[in-house]
């Protein structure tokens, strides 16, 4: 430590380097996207419904199980690995003297930002930034793969400056610097371009590892918390693309005050260990971050939309479902929700208990219609009441299977 490698006036990098100046224009397509919301679709309204569309979700390809892949390589190498997929963020254990570690999370969503570039990048900023705050880690840089299509084209090159300039004024609110990068450009098939995509990594540190917090529910009698507020917003959703093939209307706004103080009170938790589990919602919104929390080891929770529904002016499926951001699940031991609830006070961030973690399910917790197969009646379940109840047995089937179909 504290040997200088490398001086070099950041001047160099940052303002002396080739400028890229090619004409770009508003796509003329831009205006007619935007006005095709998902209001107009159909929506599960009643339990078994609704826990269709869950387990619809589950199996889908960009929100399925990714342990295929990620179990073809040994994650633990040297011992040294604190979190890994599929928690919210990778955390490494730096040395073991100290403790200290680095945490790292990227995240990109193409179709938020072929509904509107520069709100695209910054979601996908927020998002990077909330999974690193949610394993416990103090969000410090980023660094950015733009991948777009045809600068020689002047929709695709308009994408390109929307994003760049959306990233450098999120980075600026957040205080955060870009630290490298890189683009991929000219991703076409003939005259068909991706959706821009910007990747965006956030590193951040953690004093100690040992106070790192995990995605999944730990035991069970813990209490469920949603952080943050519940919009109706589900254009451009993992529902209205798995259920609709849909793509149209606004992403979800972007705030980047509310993720910054959702992540002053995710990493303050994990510091005084007042949660003993974090996840940040994202794609497929409440149900896939219930979903995903209650698989990572096994156990269930029992949640109750009702008050959710009621603060927010949602309904069930919008609770459920919607996208919108700075937002996070964590479980919160029964002795510390006052300390906790204190700590989302003093930063104002809006927490409501919706539920606990449970072993088993509770007989009758759904319609009747939804009843649960006897084989499955004392095993672990998602339970959403007065609407399904889900064994993760079940949930589980579909969450592993699309991939390993595909790649045996």
Not at 318 to 334: D, I, K, M, N, T
Not at 339 to 352: I, S
Request: hydrophobic share 40%; aromatic share 4%.
């Amino acid at each position: 430590f504290g040997v200088r490698i490398c001086d070099v006036d950041p001047k160099s990098v940052a303002h002396d380097g080739p400028v890229y100046d090619r004409p770009y224009a508003r796509p003329a397509w831009q205006d007619a996207l935007n006005a095709d919301t998902s209001a107009h679709l159909p929506r599960p309204a009643t339990g078994p419904e609704l826990k269709d569309t869950v387990l619809a979700l589950l199996s889908s390809p960009n929100l399925c199980s990714k342990s295929w892949v990620t179990d073809q390589y040994d994650r633990f190498v040297q011992g040294n690995t604190a979190l890994a997929q599929p928690d919210d963020a990778g955390v490494i254990r730096v040395d073991e003297t100290t403790g200290l570690g680095v945490a790292l999370a990227t995240d990109a969503n193409g179709r938020y930002a072929q509904l509107d570039p520069a709100t695209g990048a910054q979601l996908a900023l927020a998002e990077a930034y909330r999974n690193v705050a949610a394993s416990g880690a103090r969000p410090l840089a980023i660094t950015d793969c733009l991948n777009i299509g045809s600068p020689e084209r002047p929709d695709s090159m308009w994408q390109l400056v929307q994003v760049i300039e959306g990233l450098a004024a999120g980075c600026a609110q957040l205080g955060v610097p870009v630290t490298g990068g890189n683009v991929s450009l000219y991703n076409t098939t003939g005259d068909r371009a991706i959706h821009p995509t910007p990747v965006v990594g956030v590193l951040g540190v953690l004093d100690d590892v040992a106070d790192a917090v995990g995605s999944g529910w730990t035991a069970a009698g813990r209490s469920v918390y949603l952080l943050g507020t519940t919009r109706a917003e589900l254009d451009g959703s993992a529902w209205a693309e798995v259920a609709h093939q849909h793509l149209g209307g606004l992403p979800p706004a972007v705030d980047l005050e509310a993720e910054r103080h959702l992540a002053q009170v995710l990493v303050n938790a994990a510091r005084d260990h007042l949660v003993d589990a974090a996840h940040d919602l994202s794609q497929g919104g409440l149900a896939q971050g219930l979903a995903e929390a209650s698989l990572r080891h096994g156990i269930g929770a029992r949640v109750d939309l009702t008050a959710l529904c009621a603060r927010d002016g949602v309904t069930p499926f919008e609770a459920l479902f919607s996208e919108s951001q700075a937002r996070a699940l964590v479980a919160v031991p029964r002795s510390q929700e006052r300390a906790f609830v204190d700590l989302c006070t003093a930063r104002g961030v809006p927490a409501l208990r919706i539920g606990e973690t449970t072993e088993t399910c509770e007989a009758g917790a759904g319609e009747a219609a939804d009843s649960v197969p006897a084989d499955h009646e004392h095993e672990p379940a998602l339970e959403v009441q007065g609407l399904f109840t889900l064994p993760l047995a079940t949930a589980r089937d579909v969450f592993e299977a699309p991939l390993r179909a595909v790649f045996g």
